[in-house]
Structures are given as C-alpha cells and as structure tokens.
C-alpha cells in the first residue's frame, strides 16, 4: 500500500475516535452538564488500542482493505458510548471498563491472528479439523459441570468466576469447515441429480452433509434453546452452498427442512412454543406480565418508537427501563437516543463491512479464499439480521448479540478474529502479483 493510502487510513482511525470521544461528551452532558472527568483516560485508551492495530496491520497485512479497520473502530466505539451512559443510569452490570478491556482483547487477538496466520490457505489443510472443533465447541455447554445456563439458555461454559460461550468461536471454525468441504465437493454437488419440472434435484447420497447441519442447527436448538445461534449456523451453511453450486434447489430445500425442524420442535418442546408464542402474541397482557414473556420485547419497541427520527439525544432517554439494555437490547437503547437516523447510520457501518468482505470475496483468486470471505460476510451479515429483526418483532427474539456493540467478551473476541480473516483474505486479493520476467533486456550472454 502506498504512504498516501496509509495515511488516509490512519486519518480514517482518527476521526472514527474522535466521533466515539464526541459521542462520549455527549453523554456526559447529557445527564450531568458537565464533560466526563474519565474522558481523556477513555479516548487516549481506545486511540491506543487502535493505532497498536493499525501498526500491526501496517506491518503485517500492507495490502490489506483500508476500510476495515475505521469500520470496525467506530461501531465497537458507539457500543462503548452505550455501555457507559446505562452504567451512569445505575445498571449494575453495565461496565464500559470491562467492555474496553473485553476491546483490548480483542485487538489482541486481531492482531495476533494477523500474525501467526501469514497464509490462510492453511486453513484449508484443516478441513475436518475445524469442522470437529466447532461441533466440540457447540457441545461443550451441555458437558455437566462446566456447563451453565443463564437466562433460560445452556450456552455457557464456566469455569469458577470465568465464562465464555463456545459457540461465538464455533461459527468460525465451521465456517472454515464449510468452505474446505464445499471446495472439494462442489463439482458433485452442483452438476449431479436429476431435473424434475423447473428444479434441480439433488442425489440422495448428496444430501448427507445437509442433513448433519440441519441436525446439528436443530439439536443446539432444542437442547441449548438457542435459537439464534441455530438460524445463524444453518443460515451460513446454505447460503455459502449456493455460492459453491449456484443451485437454487439447496437453497429451497434447506428452506423447508429447517422451517419443517423448527415447527416440529415447537410442537414438541415447550421452550421453542414459548419463543413462537410471544413472537406472535407480544400485545396479550398475560404474556406481557408473565415471568419470561415479552414484558422485554415491548419495551424494547417502546423504546425505538419514543427515540422517533432523530431520537432523544444521547443521555436524554430511558433506555436503562428494557431489561438487558446493555447487552441484547443495546440496538434498542441506541434507537431511542439517536434515533432511526442514528440506527440507520450504523446500520450503514455494518452494510459496509459486509459489503468490504463480499468485494474480498470477489477479488480473491482462489476457491476457498473466495467461498471463506463470503460465509464470514454473510456470516456478519446474518446475525445483524437475526438482531435487528428480532427486537423488532419481524421474527422471533433470539440470544444473539449485536456485533461489537454489546457488552460481553466472547462475541467480540471472536468478531474481531472474524474481522482479522477478513482482513488477512484481502491482503491477499489485493496484493499484486509478482512480475513475471519477460523483459528480453533482462536476458544475459553467459561467455567462458
């Protein structure tokens, strides 16, 4: 990359903190009338981080996306702003500290990701691998002992005062699975079977590795009542075999298998119908004061309508009302302080992640490299949907969190691992290829 180019991606760092540290003002005048005493200590904290990750990204990925890294900056910054104007509200477990320690991490692990992984075609050597790890991964909460449930989901793992959800690192690791796997087998799945009327059948015996992630989607479902991380797995793996096949039949069958699984499983088990229910029923006043009903949706929805257009202002509202405001919920804190233009704004950043990682994917030169960058985009991408979409009744309320926005480490460990990826995958489309050697001056006459 060259010096102009860098420099423009330094200035982009710049002054995606100095929005955060704007916002982060905002607040403190807000509810106090006064700048936060802390905010020197908060900016220079956060500056820190990020010019040790662009450092980093400078040495190690030159010909890296110079998008990403600002993106990523300012949304990870404006979850910050969240957490501490709820913790100046009085929520207890809201810490802005603890989320900026959770972000030091992070940028640890992006940077050391960047680092030890100087080819990710690597990866593709571990296809299986990968592939068993995020199955262990997905069964380590169900482990007795060092399983826990928390808010009705047993999708923890523990260890004395220490907790992680597995499947945050999981999504990753069956991603790489997914792009090993699709790669080596997508000539047989895409041009085998039959055509019956206007659809491309599948052969029977090509149906196995589905219906292992339909079984797989289904069992986290029913056995961890985790919805969200069940529709975020098998979301990602048919999408990412419709880019290996271009068949439209995998699609539609990975459809009706999994709304098929999902309304078998509300029939059969009482957590999945509750879900259902208060998708369906949130206005019915028993649900609404019932223990677990939808008393946090409505109130989430209460929060985004009374934010309006341009919202309350940040440290003007009341979003600490909706339980989980911090974590779950923050995109709803959010909405009722900055409004639907400030949640249009972020969903703008997001839109450009995703659209950053799907350009790698089109520029990649290589199969795998291309299907990788596409499943972690869609990947991103899904589960923004599956948020946004569920704290505005569009589809049912899952666990998911809002990436780099929520307070909570394993997500965002794993999101900036994710970003890393991505980050490594589009040094390398965009890194030019080395010169052939074709100039005939460069021929010598070797004399005795």
């Excluded at 913790?87 to 940028?107: F, I, K, R």
């Excluded at 640890?108 to 050597?125: G, K």
């Excluded at 380590?140 to 923890?156: K, Q």
């Excluded at 929805?301 to 339980?323: C, D, E, H, W």
Aim: no cysteine.
């Amino acid at each position: 990359m060259t010096a102009k180019r860098r420099g423009a991606q330094l200035g982009m760092l710049a002054f995606a903190v100095l929005i955060v540290m704007g916002a982060y003002a905002s607040v403190g005048l807000g509810i106090n009338g006064k700048v936060p005493s802390g905010m020197l200590g908060y900016g220079l904290g956060l500056g820190g981080l990020m010019l040790a990750a662009y450092l980093v990204l400078a040495k190690w990925a030159p010909w890296a996306d110079p998008l990403l890294l600002p993106l990523v900056t300012l949304v990870n910054g404006i979850g910050l702003v969240m957490i501490y104007r709820i913790e100046l509200a009085g929520e207890h477990l809201a810490s802005a500290a603890n989320q900026l320690m959770w972000t030091a991490l992070g940028v640890v692990m992006f940077s050391a990701t960047l680092i030890a992984l100087r080819d990710h075609r690597v990866l593709q050597r571990f296809t299986y691998t990968a592939g068993f790890a995020g199955i262990a991964l997905l069964v380590l909460p169900m482990l007795p002992f060092i399983g826990r449930e928390i808010n009705g989901a047993r999708i923890w793992v523990g260890i004395g005062p220490f907790s992680i959800q597995p499947a945050e690192f999981a999504k990753l690791a069956l991603v790489v699975f997914f792009a090993g796997y699709l790669v080596a087998k997508r000539d047989v799945l895409a041009l085998a079977g039959r055509r019956l009327l206007f659809i491309d059948l599948p052969r029977a015996r090509d149906l196995g590795p589905v219906l292992i992630t339909w079984g797989i989607s289904l069992g986290v479902l029913v056995m961890q009542k985790d919805l969200g991380s069940s529709l975020l797995l098998f979301g990602a793996f048919v999408a990412m075999l419709y880019v290996a096949t271009q068949r439209t039949s995998w699609v539609l069958i990975g459809i009706l298998l999994f709304v098929g699984g999902a309304f078998l499983a509300g029939q059969i088990f009482s957590h999945v119908e509750a879900r259902f229910n208060i998708w369906l029923h949130a206005e019915d006043p028993a649900l609404y004061d019932a223990g677990g009903g939808s008393f946090q949706l409505m109130q989430g929805m209460f929060a985004m309508g009374s934010g309006g257009i341009l919202g309350t202002g940040l440290g003007q509202g009341y979003p600490y009302k909706v339980p989980l405001s911090f974590s779950d919920f923050i995109f709803t804190a959010t909405g009722e302080e900055l409004g639907l233009t400030g949640l249009m704004a972020i969903l703008m950043v997001y839109a450009l992640i995703v659209e950053r990682g799907l350009r790698t994917a089109l520029a990649a030169r290589d199969p795998f490299t291309k299907l990788l960058a596409g499943g972690l985009s869609f990947i991103l991408a899904w589960q923004i949907f599956i948020i946004v979409g569920g704290v505005t009744r569009l589809i049912p309320l899952t666990g998911l969190v809002t990436p780099f926005m929520s307070a909570g480490g394993s997500a965002l460990l794993a999101n900036w691992m994710l970003i890393a990826l991505l980050v490594r995958m589009s040094d390398a489309a965009r890194r030019p290829p080395p010169q052939a050697i074709q100039d005939e001056g460069l021929t010598q006459v070797m004399q005795r």
